[in-house]
């Protein structure tokens, strides 16, 4: 409503004025101006359901839903959207399905999840993907200490990145034989940081545990401990030592900087370039029910993913996420990966520009290619429990991925010279095989079962 009010003020003077200077065609003038203004270039559709409620975890990649909100483009689609903080990524899961939410920022592998068979099971959709990276794998001081004479160095005498889980991989066995479990946290049992962390663990010969129906842990044979930690606690946790290190999306990597109690060793864009994060999420039946509204929603945040990607803007992004009631972190944590660098070690600042990425690479386009990336780790460690044909994974991820609902927005947008017209992918859904994994090896989404058995370790099919 904020904006309403800024552009009704600023209209009513200006009608005042004009009125007073040039009688009635000023007056009309005036008001046909207003009218124009307040509707821009917005075709609104006709909505369903205004009022809507969505929610997110206090993380910089729920900033589309922030600038949608706050630089108007809900408003401009005749959307009026209260946007809440929730405690962990369970509870937004829950809320959405409840109908308590009626959509929500998430974690992409969660309404995949619940439409294939782990965990609680409901009817969810994806009509929009938030961004692309973002996340981090940092390690506690102590750890890093005795991983940096492992790393090897550049001329400029700096570790060379990307560092790999080698450089862990004696850690471990040295705290294996002093008797303590290594402990690492991730955020939720399907994140993508569960299997990135997973990832990064395997590629070195470090076994990251198997889920079975009886160990919803994901521990059997693991020589890592992974556990659940909501990101914002992931800090804390590090330091009180409960966890030697752990994989989160920002800022809860740069906190670790900031506070001096832990160092990153490695990003996601590091082990996949420009991978799919979170997504944003409906009920299949709210959007069945509210098809207009469903394409209206999807409109604004395309519009807040290609905002933020402009560099410009990146600045009055982070004063806006710094936002108590955004993710409430201060402005020069996370400008540290928002503004084009990260920082690793203290002092130890990179460019990464394309460390956050919102609309860049088609990354708010929900392609079925990423949604089968996440079904064929559900597989490889265990949450899957049995083999699956080639053609499941496609069926299964067409009724959770909608690009047709991204696509009638991005239409609507193109139309009215909001986009251009080449920022609309053409495609079936898939993305082409790319090698962009830490150790090389290819994938092909379309043969996900091929890439299963390539990375698998003891789960091959």
Known sequence: ???????????????????????????????????????????????????????????????????????????????????????????VLDRVIDGQLDGSHMLAGQPIAAGAGFGRQAE?????????????????????SKMKPNVPVGADGKPVHPIK????????????????????????PVSTHNYEIRYWLAAAGIHPGMYTADNVQGQIDAEVLLSVTPPPQMPATLESGTIYGYCVGEPWNQQAVFKGIGVPVVTNYDIWKNNPEKVFVMTKKFVNDNPNTAVAVTKAMIRAGKWLDEPSNRAEAVKILSMSQYVGAPEEVLANSMTGTFEFEKGDKRDMPDFNVFYKYNATYPFYSDGIWFLTQMRRWGQIPETKTTEWYSETIKDIYRPDIWKKAADLLVAEGQIPATDVPE?????????????????????????????????KD
């Open 1 to 91: 409503m904020k904006s309403i009010f800024k552009k009704t003020a600023l209209f009513l003077s200006a009608a005042m004025l004009l009125v007073a200077c040039g009688g009635k065609d000023a007056k009309k003038a005036t008001t046909e101006e207003a009218t124009e203004a307040v509707t821009s270039k917005t075709k609104q559709l006709d909505i369903e359901k205004p009022q809507l409620t969505f929610g997110f975890i206090k993380l910089t990649d729920m900033a589309p839903l922030a600038i949608a909100k706050e630089k108007g483009f809900f408003e401009d689609e005749g959307l009026f959207v209260s946007v809440e903080a929730q405690s962990n990524w369970k509870n």
């Open 165 to 188: 889980a080698d450089a862990l991989k004696p850690v471990i066995t040295e705290y294996k034989n002093s008797g303590k479990p290594f402990k690492m946290g991730m955020v939720f």
């Open 124 to 144: 969810l959709v994806t009509p929009f993907s938030m961004d692309l990276n973002g996340n981090g794998i940092t390690v506690s001081n102590d750890v890093w």
């Open 427 to 459: 495609t079936d859904g898939f993305k082409a095989a790319t090698t962009d994994f830490i150790d090389g090896t290819s994938y092909d989404a379309k043969d996900p079962i091929g890439y299963i058995n390539s990375f698998s370790i003891g789960n």
